[in-house]
């Protein structure tokens, strides 16, 4: 059919052109609002002669080479970058107000509201300008190696960089997949190279990342950070997993050891260590950031990994640097111009620096991305920028319980839009600023799945030691690595154990090759008074903040916390 013919396509063209200059901001919403509702079915022109679906990997590299400025990395991996922002926005995030998913959502700052009429301007916005653009990408790919709960996705965008990202980011389909992968289940229109409508009713900016649960859908503009699409399809699964499958959804990495049911979830922020923790050349990855404990076993969301490089070495962290070859993408990665080799210790465009390759790039992943069997082992992660938190400590139920609440860690440089230095935080269930549903329903659900299965827990501080941020060290990463052996090992389960006072936490007195002032953080502190002093403080952060959740929590899971 002739594009002529297709008025799908041509009218919001039409309309954005013709009568955008005629009419004030307001005029211009009211005016566009009714269009909409004439034009229902405008969208996406999928029959475009210059439309690239499921682009060779090869293909996408040419594309971000002649036309976004990326270049070919010494190591072979695609080096490209995002423009202004380089973080998430989570200001900027909304989810729309309708009536199918209303009554489930947690709304509040972490789920703006935004009402039908706004998305829907939003969505013509960014669809307009993908209209507009000589090279359009759709990648299909699922959500969720179990096919039971899996999802299909589809993103459409205009650069080949994040079509790359997301190739590598979700689970890639066989060509006879691909061939019967029919209509998605859920559709991104990345338009982030143009601007929101700032002037829009619950706007704030010229961002916007939003997602529309009636319709299945997001829409993102102003913004073009990758991250924003990886996180929009974890926040579409951390909704519809426990609502309409009834499975537990998790910010979490996995792994597996040899023997069936050795499974670690890992729980943590960005910058707290799941990525590298979890790529342990003696345990199979089942996946780096995103899972769900199902009732049969454990299964990873994503098709791949989302690396920090920052000083990334192949010394420290063998697996993910051998990961960035051809076919991964770096993220505002600085580079030698001459020998275009990466420089991972500059951080002069941001420190929130990216690699995301395929999960097969790590040599130990496990194919297909999950395990009939349940977890044996819980590490929640936590960066602790105060210095006080022990470096291990083994958890009660009451005290797992009341940790995943409070999900405390300090945000690290970079990762979040104007985060320049550690800021102290509380994200419950360790996810929040992709959480939906109301904490507590989370939370319910790990604590049964814990007691059922009998799972141990243990609190790790990745963060600083011997002083907090400024004065102290972060703890070495071996000595993290070490932690986390003798927790596989069965030996820290089996080690003596002191009690870390304000905290009433169980702290082990040894483990092999760790020493002794580490374990404890009052003894590697010089000045005895300053500990203290910082311990009563983050107490009284965490008494703050657990307040949201004191109504909704039994007195046992409530004075697991620390006691000023």
Known sequence: MARGMQTPYVTPHILHKNYAQAFDSEQYNNFMGNALEYFSQAGFDMDRIQLKRNAPVAQLYEDAIRNEGAVMASSGALINFSGKKTGRSPKDKRIVYEETSKDDIWWGSVNIKMDEHTFEINRERAIDFLNTRDNVYVFDGYAGWDPKYRIKVRVICARAYHALFMN?????????????????????????????????????????????????????????????????????????????????????????????????????????????????????????????????????????????????????????????????????????????????????????????????????????????????????????????????????????????????????????????????????????????????????MLAERMAKHNVDCWLINTGWTGGKFGTGKRCPLKYTRAIVDAVHSGELAKAEFENFGTFNLSIPTAIEGIPRELLNPELAWPDKASFTKEVRKLAGMFQKAFALYEKDVEPKVRSAGPQL
């Not at 990886?230 to 499958?245: A, D, I, N, R, T």
């Not at 770096?330 to 990216?354: F, G, H, K």
């Not at 300090?410 to 990762?415: A, D, L």
Request: hydrophobic residues 35%.
């Open 168 to 444: 590598n980011m979700l689970i890639r389909p066989t060509e006879e997949q691909l061939a019967d992968f029919g209509e998605p289940d859920f559709i991104i229109y990345n338009a982030g190279q143009f601007p929101a409508n700032r002037f829009t009713k619950g706007m704030s900016s010229t961002t916007s990342v939003e997602i529309n649960f009636k319709r299945m859908e997001m829409v993102i503009l102003g913004t073009e950070y990758a991250g924003e699409m990886k996180k929009g399809v974890f926040s579409v699964m951390h909704y519809l997993q426990p609502v309409k499958f009834g499975q537990l959804s998790l910010h979490s990495s996995a792994n597996v050891g040899d023997e069936k049911g050795d499974v670690t979830l890992f729980f943590g922020l960005s910058g707290t260590g799941k990525t590298t923790l979890s790529a342990d050349p003696h345990r199979a990855l089942i996946g780096d950031d995103e899972h769900v404990w199902s009732d049969t076993g454990v299964f990873n969301i994503e098709g791949g990994c989302y690396a920090k490089t920052i000083n990334l070495s192949a010394e420290k962290e063998p697996e993910i640097f051998n990961a960035i070859r051809f076919g991964a993408i770096l993220e505002n990665v600085v580079y030698n111009p001459m020998t275009r080799a990466p420089d991972y210790d500059d951080v002069s465009i941001t420190e929130n620096t990216r690699c995301a390759y395929p999960i097969e790039f790590i040599p130990n992943a496990r194919i297909p991305c999950s395990v009939d069997s349940q977890p044996k082992n819980i590490i929640m992660l936590t960066c602790d920028a105060f210095g006080v938190l022990p470096p291990v400590s083994k958890l009660t139920p009451e005290q797992a319980s009341y940790h995943f609440l409070a999900g405390y860690t300090s945000k690290t440089p970079g990762t979040e839009d104007g985060v320049l230095e550690p800021i102290p935080t509380f994200s419950t269930c360790y996810s929040a600023p992709f959480i939906v549903l109301h904490p507590g329903r989370y939370a319910e």
